[in-house]
C-alpha cells in the first residue's frame, strides 16, 4: 500500500510540473495575464510588508499636514485627520487582501468536497441524490438575492468585524464553488477511468473523493481569482457604507468613504488614490482568472 501511494503522489507531482511548463510557455505571451500576475504578485507582497515599508503608521496621525496636498513629505497626501494616504494606501491590502484570500480558501474549502459529492450522487435515486437536489436548491435561495446586499444584511445581523465579514463571504462564495465543481463532476463521473475504479472494487466514497475530485478541480481554481476580486470589491463596498472593517483601520473602502465627502471642496487626493488602488488591485485577478481559465481549459489545447 506504501509503494502504491509513493508512486501515486510522485505521479501527480509530475502532472503538477507539466501543467505548471505548459501554463508558463502559454502565460508569458499573454501580456494581459503578465500584467495581472504582477498586480497579483505586489498586492500579495503589500499584504506581507506594506504596513514595514511604509513611511509611516498606517493610522499615525500628523496634526500639522490636515488634507495636505501630496507633496515630498507625504507622496499621496494626507487625509482629515492628518494621516499619510501613501502609507495607509500600500498598508490596506493586509486586511483586504487577508479578508479576501481566507474567505476563497475557506469556500474553495467548503464548495468543492460537497460539489463532487453532489455531482457524483446527482440525478440518481436514494438519500445520496435527495441530498444533492436539496443542496442545490439551498444554493439557488442563496444566490437568487443580489451578493451585497445579502452580504450587506448578514454583517448587519452579525456585527461589523472583520471575522464576520470573511464568514459571511465565504457562505456567499460556496455555493459559486458548489455549482461549478457540481458540473464538471457530472462529466467526469462518466469517463472510463471511473468505471475502472468501481471494478477495482473502490467505494463510491473513495471513487468520489480519490477520482472525480483531482479531475474537477479547473472550473473552482480558475473561479478562485475572480472570487478574490470580487471578495476584496465586496469588502471595500461593506466598509464604504459603514458595515465593514471599523475605523480608523487602513481599508480601501474606508478611506475612499471617509475622502469623498471631502472631493467637492478640491480635496481630491484622499479618496482617489485608494481607489485607483481598488480598481488596479480587482482588474489585476480578473486578468488572472482570465488567463486561468484559457490555459486550463483541456479545449483550448487543441
Not at 495575464?33 to 503589500?46: D, N, T, W
Not at 464553488?177 to 477495482?200: E, K, P
Request: glycine share 12%; aromatic share 8%; proline share 5%.
Amino acid at each position: 500500500m506504501g509503494v502504491a501511494f509513493g508512486a501515486r503522489m510522485r505521479a501527480t507531482v509530475a502532472s503538477i510540473k507539466r501543467e505548471a511548463v505548459y501554463v508558463w510557455h502559454r502565460a508569458r505571451r499573454d501580456r494581459g495575464f503578465l500584467v495581472g500576475a504582477g498586480i497579483v504578485a505586489v498586492s500579495v507582497g503589500l499584504a506581507m510588508a506594506g504596513p514595514i515599508i511604509a513611511p509611516f503608521g498606517p493610522e499615525e496621525i500628523d496634526a500639522t499636514a490636515i488634507l495636505a496636498p501630496p507633496s515630498g513629505r507625504h507622496w499621496f497626501g494626507t487625509d482629515s485627520v492628518g494621516m499619510d494616504v501613501f502609507s495607509r494606501v500600500i498598508a490596506a491590502p493586509r486586511i483586504d487582501l487577508v479578508i479576501a484570500l481566507v474567505s476563497t480558501i475557506i469556500a474553495l474549502a467548503a464548495g468543492v468536497p460537497v460539489g463532487v459529492l453532489a455531482g457524483h450522487f446527482g440525478g440518481r435515486r436514494g438519500v445520496a441524490s435527495a441530498g444533492s437536489e436539496g443542496l442545490l436548491r439551498v444554493c439557488d435561495v442563496i444566490q437568487a438575492f443580489p451578493v451585497f446586499i445579502l452580504a450587506l444584511a448578514l454583517v448587519a445581523a452579525t456585527g461589523a468585524s472583520q471575522v464576520n465579514v470573511i464568514g459571511v463571504l465565504a457562505f456567499l462564495q460556496a455555493p459559486v464553488f458548489l455549482r461549478l465543481t457540481r458540473g464538471a463532476a457530472l462529466v467526469t463521473r462518466s469517463r472510463l477511468f471511473v468505471d475502472g475504479a468501481r471494478c477495482a472494487g473502490a467505494s463510491e466514497a473513495a471513487v468520489a473523493l480519490r477520482h472525480i475530485l483531482p479531475n474537477s478541480l479547473s472550473p473552482a481554481l480558475v473561479a478562485s481569482s475572480v472570487a478574490v476580486g470580487q471578495a476584496i470589491l465586496i469588502t471595500a463596498g461593506l466598509s464604504f457604507v459603514g458595515a465593514g472593517v471599523p475605523i480608523p483601520r487602513a481599508e480601501w473602502g474606508l478611506m475612499i468613504s471617509q475622502g469623498a465627502k471631502f472631493t467637492i471642496l478640491g480635496h481630491w487626493w484622499p479618496s482617489l488614490f485608494p481607489g485607483l488602488a481598488l480598481g488596479m488591485t480587482v482588474m489585476g485577478y480578473a486578468l488572472v482568472g482570465d488567463g486561468l481559465r484559457k490555459y486550463l481549459d483541456p479545449a483550448a489545447r487543441r
